[in-house]
């Protein structure tokens, strides 16, 4: 079965555009997480959708990232406008039904870089 | 909130020997400790987790330890391999790992041939 994808590998932006990052996570999955690392931190939890809607956002930092999953299949992280902290490798993952503790698969993050 | 810290940053042991790393976290209510392993350019894979009723568990050369009481867990590889180097990261959730994970700041393992 296909892992969970994630584009752009790269996104490198001036402060003040926008981006947005899609992860399409393994078929069947209910659950779908953001999660983000700051160069030599922790990697950080940002969200918890469970099909389409969002179970828990506590993490994330501001209004300027909104983050969808409509239909509860892939999901959009977008961050408008982006500012130079944002900088960082954001993870997605996935996991199957809502209860369930068999881990989750992650994949291989976008790297975003604001100049 | 959870917080779980972890030692040390970066670890350099020489191939065959053996390695632990260790977590501790502050939520009495976790009870869900995932270990994951991450290659260069690659995201974080789950190696091992255990659960609040366990104290130990083991996978071939990877085994996990948790001291409730103590508020602590450590991964453990033996006969390290050139393949073992990557970073590391424990994680602590207190709904099972159904709900968002708390992260250590991850630890380097280097494996010297």
């Known amino acids: 079965e296909a892992g969970v994808t994630q584009f752009p590998s790269h996104s490198v932006i001036e402060k003040g555009q926008t981006v947005t990052l899609r992860c399409d996570p393994i078929s069947g999955h209910d659950n779908l997480y953001w999660y983000r690392r700051v160069m030599g931190k922790e990697i950080k939890f940002l969200l918890h959708?469970?099909?389409?809607?969002?179970?828990?956002e506590s993490g994330m930092p501001n209004n300027r990232f909104l983050a969808e999953r409509t239909g509860g299949t892939y999901s959009t992280l977008k961050v408008q406008p982006a500012e130079l902290e944002d900088s960082g490798v954001y993870f997605c993952?996935?996991?199957?039904?809502?209860?369930?503790?068999?881990?989750?698969?992650f994949g291989s993050g976008t790297r975003l870089t604001v100049v | 909130g959870e917080n779980v810290e972890q030692h040390p940053s970066t670890l350099s042991v020489q191939e065959g020997d053996s390695a632990v790393i260790k977590c501790t976290y502050s939520d009495s209510a976790s009870n869900y400790f995932p270990w994951y392993k991450q290659e260069l350019g690659k995201g974080p894979q789950l190696i091992i987790d255990?659960?609040?009723?366990?104290g130990e568990k083991k996978d071939q050369r990877i085994a996990v330890t948790l001291n409730k009481t103590a508020k602590h867990f450590s991964l453990h590889i033996t006969e390290t391999q050139p393949e073992d180097s990557a970073v590391y990261f424990c994680a602590a959730s207190p709904g099972g790992g159904a709900d968002g994970l708390t992260f250590g700041k991850g630890t380097h393992l280097i494996i010297q041939p």
């Open positions: 255990i659960r609040s009723n366990v």
């Open positions: 993952a996935s996991s199957q039904d809502w209860g369930r503790t068999d881990g989750y698969t």
């Open positions: 959708f469970v099909k389409e809607s969002k179970q828990d």
